[in-house]
Structures are given as C-alpha cells and as structure tokens.
C-alpha cells in the first residue's frame, strides 16, 4: 500500500475514532440530562406529597376541632385558651401552624411551588393566618426567640406563603371573613 492511501486510511481511522468519541459524549450529555429531569421530577412529586400529607394531616382527627374553630369562625374568633373563653392549648396551635411553617420552608428552598402549596392548603392556610389568636401567637413567640424579624423568626415561612396566597387571591383577611358571612356560614357580628 502506498504512503497517500495510508495516510488517507489513517486519517479516515482517525476522523471515525473522533466522531465516535463526540457521539459518546452526545449520549452521556443526553443521558445526564435526563437523569437530571428524572431526579427533578422526583423531587417534585415528593415535595407536591408531602403537602398533600400536610392537608391530610390537617384534615384528621388530631386537628379537627382548632380547624373547624379557625374555618367556620371570622378573624376575631378567639381559639386560644384563656379565663374568658375555653379554647385550645398553645401547644395544638403551636403543632397546628407549625404544618403551614413546614410547608412554607418547603416554598423557600424551592422544593414546592407556592401556587401548589395555596392550592392545596389556601383556604385553611390563610384561615389559620387571619385569625388573631393565631397572630398574637406568633408575636409571643418570635418575641420569645432570639430573632424577632427576618427570615428566621419564628413562622416566618408561613407568613411568606400566606401573604403570597393573599396576594395570588387578590384578598384580605377582612375579604375572607365577608365572605363567610355572605355564604351564611358565620352571622354579622358573630
């Protein structure tokens, strides 16, 4: 064989080896992207499971009674333990909301999208935030913390994810509890 049809021979052994090797890496890039997709997606069908957990969670037994309190009652309801009412210990709120701040941190590191953490706890989740018991609980507790304001005071993911809500439904908390009245659900002045 002579040197130019070697050479030629060679070069065409070398341009294939060349193009195999980019295909190679075609299909690890492909592959790697893929498994990224795969591993979001997973991580979102989690995330989304465990607010639905939460719901459910919120829905049972354990919680029925402080739900009903916030749900079917305005703002101004007191459900908190006190000498003039006979409401819920600190302790049921305090495990109650703290669902809603699970949820919320959830928002904040990204892992559930707010829309799909106010689809599925909307109405109890901004319920639970207008009523002032449950405001005045928050207060005592972030007065209570080392930091009373910023992102690390105590449901501070809750007030995040309620006020996104609010503004997602274009409500107030005074919004919400006309419209328990206009349903019939609660009287005016109750």
Known sequence: MSNSRLCTARNRLCLFKI??????????????????????????????????QTSRELDGPEFAGIASAIEYHPGNYPIINSNAHAGFSEKL????????????????????TPDIACDDL???????????????YINKSRKAGTDCSGSEASFCAFE???????????????????????????????
């Open 122 to 136: 909307g109405y109890d989740l901004l319920k639970a935030w207008c009523n002032n018991d449950v405001q005045t």
């Open 93 to 112: 709120v305090d495990e109650y909301i703290g669902h809603f701040e699970r949820v919320g941190v959830l928002v904040r590191h990204n892992m559930v």
């Open 19 to 52: 193009l195999a090797l980019i295909a190679g890496f075609i299909c690890t890039g492909c592959q790697s992207i893929n498994q990224n997709h795969a591993l979001r997606d997973n991580r979102e069908i989690a995330a989304a499971s465990l607010v639905m």
């Open 160 to 190: 995040e994810l309620a006020r996104f809500c609010l503004r997602k439904e274009c409500k107030t908390c005074s919004d919400i509890d006309e419209e328990l009245t206009r349903l019939g659900v609660v009287q005016p002045g109750e």
